[in-house]
């Protein structure tokens, strides 16, 4: 048998690291058209753009600003010896631009993106190191309606990227929160705590609560979290004959008023309500949620309501957030077969070498009626079929043929 | 209906769970064959799929969501570390994670020095001596027989699974921490859960019912 060598011929030069891809062809087009209904929902509700640049410093993520661990970021350093990282996540920088450009507004704002984040993860996972994600952030509004509504543009966004099925699922971080801080837990404790609930380890919820002191209502709701599902009236019953914390109540009817105010919307079937759901960013501190779909195995959008982060960049404001992930929504689209990956588009026209001056001037008629028009000189040495055959392998749509002044052939693909 | 995809660990593990599935009447007939060379076996009436993976895989099939349902070692869910919801234990092929070694280097162990720990679990064996013992070790990663590791000198202690100790013992070794107690798992992919909610919290409350104890 031969060894494992093979004449590279320069082919190491063709490849991308692990964790990043190249995307042309049918995907581009689809991924972008996904990208911009998405962008342009987001517009319709008065979200105004916003560009950051794409590496930081790198106390913009760090830990109290609890996005991702520091580990999973990409660092670097300038020249001054600064540490920077690749933005992994978009929130902290926008909510960085509010308390710089708007510090004096005490009235929404209202800011969308398109971007791509990065984030360090392990090798021969099977997972993306750049997401390009589509988000928007409400601020200088607390109110149950902004929750409301970013939930609803969610739901939006998602129906006009032609997704059909998906639940998003919603929870109240100042629940968990709540209970930890009736409890009296370490902060050790809690996250051992928060790690077996956000895992569905209730039988390591059973046994650390075993170790801990801990009175038996409390250790009652926080075994009951994970069948606290949508019924929110039974849920607050149950939680009100066992604890006395205000946050945790508070919590339950923030989303029972969420659920409520989602019905003018008409999206209350999308929605269902999990009091067991943390986040993986500990600067949420409301209402969260996040979307998911069949054919991927994680979640195609998240979000919540931050109100403590900007004021970590110096003005107190409240927040709230979305994101759609956009690269797991083209898994997801993919895999429904919602998606048209075969698609055949553009118009090639072809021309002999004489017939020049028509062939610009038919071509610039019919880009102005809005058809993309490639131009090609037919070469006298090669037969149309090989054009014929050409336009096939590139999916191109249809394809003229400038026989004379006045006469253009149509040659329609059959593929 | 959209198919349940069940991955589960190849070998005795598989066995068991397949008998504790019959109790709560989910079969696989296709499954019974022990000549065939299918992949992947189907049950049409109940929508479920089956196959067999090597256990370290499990997670990683469950986690993207290939498979729905896995069945594997807790001891394979700490050393890959994934993200999955960890549903229930089954209390199955119950055992332990250990420190094994000769008794000689039980006061190494104690006394800080650096010292070679041959594993097949390098992420569980770290995670307890730089985390819990606070002890900086050299971590060996081996891929099977890691008893022989100390006895030809390859290293001082090994982290492993100890079921019963017999090993151990008939090559002059013996448990000398234990690192956590360990048995078989049902995981759950993150959006199977939500997107197959009823159906799979059905499967978890039947399957807890015959669970033995």
Redesign the interface.
């Known amino acids: 048998m031969k060894d494992m060598e093979w004449d590279s011929n320069g082919g190491e030069l063709l490849h991308t690291p692990g964790g990043v891809k190249d995307t042309y062809g049918a995907e581009c087009t689809n991924k972008l058209k996904v990208q911009s209904a998405v962008h342009e929902v987001l517009n319709s509700y008065g979200f105004r753009d916003i560009q950051t640049p794409a590496f930081e410093y790198f106390d913009i993520f760090s830990k109290e600003r609890g996005t991702v661990a520091s580990k999973e970021m990409f660092k670097f350093f300038d020249r001054g010896n600064n540490t920077l990282v690749l933005r992994p996540d978009m929130t902290p920088p926008i909510a960085r631009c509010v308390a710089k450009y708007y510090r004096d507004e005490d009235l929404q704002i209202r800011l969308c993106y398109i971007a791509d984040t990065f984030v360090n993860t392990g090798k021969y996972k099977?997972k993306l190191q750049q997401v390009t994600q589509a988000g928007a952030e409400l601020f200088n509004d607390d109110s149950s309606d902004a929750d409301a509504e970013m939930v609803a543009l969610t739901v939006k966004c998602l129906l006009k990227s032609g997704l059909k099925?998906f639940?998003i699922?919603a929870g109240h971080a100042g629940f968990f929160n709540g209970l930890v801080k009736e409890a009296g837990f370490s902060e050790g404790d809690t996250s051992k705590l928060r790690n077996l609930i956000e895992?569905?380890?209730?039988?390591?919820v059973e046994d650390l609560l075993d170790n801990l002191t801990v009175s038996t209502e409390l250790k009652e709701i926080f075994l009951k979290m994970p069948e606290m599902?949508n019924n929110l009236d039974e849920a607050a019953e149950f939680v009100k004959a066992r604890s006395k914390s205000k946050e945790v109540y508070k919590a339950i009817e923030r989303l029972k008023k969420l659920e409520n105010i989602l019905k003018s919307y008409g999206f209350e079937n999308y929605i269902?309500v999990d009091l067991s759901m943390l986040s993986n960013y500990s600067y949420y501190t409301g209402v969260i949620f996040r979307a998911?779909?069949?054919?991927?195995?994680?979640?195609v959008a998240t979000g919540g309501r931050y109100d403590g982060l900007v004021s970590q960049f110096g003005k107190d404001t409240p927040a709230i957030g979305l994101a759609i992930v956009i690269d797991q929504l083209m898994i997801a689209l993919s895999r429904q077969k919602l998606l048209d990956e075969e698609l055949l588009q553009g118009t090639l026209l072809l021309y002999p070498q004489s017939l020049r001056d028509e062939a610009i001037k038919k071509a610039e008629i019919l880009r102005s009626q809005g058809e993309d028009i490639q131009l090609v000189r037919k070469s006298p040495a090669k037969p149309i079929e090989e054009y014929i055959t050409y336009a096939k392998r590139m999916r191109i749509k249809k394809m003229l043929f400038l026989k004379s002044e006045d006469e253009m052939v149509i040659i329609e693909s059959d593929n | 209906m959209k198919y349940l995809t069940f991955a589960l660990a190849k070998g005795r593990l598989a066995k068991h769970t397949l008998q504790l599935l019959e109790q709560i009447g989910i079969t696989c007939e296709e499954m019974k064959d022990d000549k065939t060379r299918k992949l992947i076996f189907t049950n049409e009436e109940l929508g479920l799929k089956f196959f067999l993976s090597k256990a370290t895989d499990v997670p990683t099939y469950v986690e993207l969501g290939a498979a729905d349902i896995g069945v594997v070692g807790k001891d394979t869910i700490i050393e890959e570390g994934r993200k999955l919801y960890e549903v229930l234990d089954l209390n199955l092929g119950k055992c332990r994670m250990c420190v094994a070694g000769p008794a000689s280097a039980k006061k190494q162990l104690n006394n800080g020095s650096l010292i070679r720990v041959a594993s097949k679990y390098p992420r569980i064996a770290k995670d307890y001596f730089y985390n819990y013992k606070h002890q900086t070790v050299e971590i060996i990663k081996l891929n099977g027989s890691v008893e022989l590791a100390p006895v030809v000198g390859l290293s001082e202690v090994i982290v492993d699974i100890v079921e019963t100790g017999s090993t151990l013992k008939e090559n002059g070794l013996e448990v000398l921490e234990e690192i956590c107690p360990l048995s078989a798992r049902v995981v759950v992919n993150e959006v199977s859960m939500k997107m197959q909610h009823e159906r799979i919290t059905k499967l978890i409350h039947d399957l807890k019912q015959v669970v033995p104890e």
């Open positions: 099977g099925e639940q699922e895992s569905k380890n209730f039988f390591g599902f269902t998911y779909t069949y054919g991927n195995g994680e979640a």
